[in-house]
DNA sequence: AATAAAACATACCGACTAGTATGTTTTTAA
DNA sequence: TTAAAAACATACTAGTCGGTATGTTTTATT
């Protein structure tokens, strides 16, 4: 049962990789079995059906990716202001799983499905909600050893930091380059002194 | 020539609010011919195609709306980090044109046709730089009458309101309420402070 | 090696898509 | 009023979509 699981991930990779560059919908059946090299009996053999394997890709790609490169070091213990904006430059400079051309798949996902497709929209709330509560501990626990002051409200630093990224992610796809991150980076910088 | 000129609007609008509501890509033209209650010939007697209908929604309809509400109060002379706080407080708090659980009509495009219809990008490119050039006089006339340090870079106050702007607009379809909005501005506006 | 189940392949379907060809009605201008 | 042009209506097409029914091959177990 080795061979099964590997061709399902090929199908969730490449999958990934079509949605990620040209959309979920414009991605149809028969453009992922082109670049799988399968058919469709091996595709519905893995999976009831699209959107099933859409949803797979949000938890079995997003969600791990995002644990490690968003979250896990805003699990550290020291200056939290160092921390949130080592979290963002490696989210948007250290992160070839990303491209700048193409913005964020779960802000790509988001936008797309939102009106239309809760279950897609809960499974990224979800992914959204734990980036959210990785920033809101870091601030707490900045506030707690003293590198952010005891007035900040956490999840508003959090709504801000998450809104400016998403926002940024947008602003490269216009722009096609990642000169924009630098700069927003740097205003990033600017305002999380204020927090200090 | 008035009545043409008529229905030419009323699809227009009509399928902007599909648009807007649904996506472009999942508004099919007889989704359009149903709402408004035309039919194909009326259709393709006023359009090319759907993509020529497209742009002039956005060329016709959003370029103008955005001038007006994004744009045109900037251009007041006093406090530039009011002018820039209230600007951003009309656009999301005093808007009918566009609502909460939708987003931005303009976002929500430009995420959806970037990577694959490059004359979409176009305009929509347009608009976002006639946005920013806004922004960076109005930053710019704030350094002049000292409201705004002088080591302020304009363009780079620019961009990051910009991000957080459709980064907020995103999260705001997310969460389905526009208390978000209200969170963003309250930092926003302690970010503008520093900018004094 | 035999067998059953797992894994995949092929052919097909109805629904839907943007777009067209060809009509009919309405408006405008003389 | 009448002819011509503008404005709209209807019927149809070729292509694509996600999905299914039914087949064949491969793999694991005994």
Not at 124 to 147: M, T, Y
Request: positive net charge.
């Amino acid at each position: 049962m080795k061979k099964a699981e590997a061709t399902r991930l090929t199908i969730l990779q490449k999958s990934f990789e079509l949605i990620y560059t040209k959309g979920y919908q414009t991605t149809s059946l028969d453009d992922i079995l082109a670049t799988t090299g399968m058919t469709k009996g091996a595709f519905y053999y893995h999976f009831k059906n699209k959107d099933e394997m859409g949803i797979a890709i949000i938890e079995e790609l997003l969600k791990p990716t995002f644990e490690t490169t968003f979250m896990r070091q805003l699990q550290g213990e020291g200056d939290a202001v160092k921390l949130l904006y080592d979290m963002m430059y490696t989210v948007l400079m250290k992160n070839d799983f990303m491209r700048v051309e193409y913005g964020c798949p779960a802000a790509n996902l988001s936008q797309e499905m939102a009106p239309w497709h809760s279950e897609f929209t809960r499974v990224l709330n979800e992914l959204s909600e734990a980036w959210k509560k990785a920033i809101v501990q870091c601030v707490k626990n900045g506030k707690k050893n003293g590198s952010i002051r005891a007035d900040v409200k956490p999840e508003q630093v959090a709504l801000f930091m998450m809104s400016g990224y998403w926002g940024i992610r947008n602003m490269g796809k216009l722009a096609n380059s990642s000169s924009v991150y630098l700069v927003y980076l740097k205003q990033l910088k600017d305002y999380l002194a204020t927090l200090q």
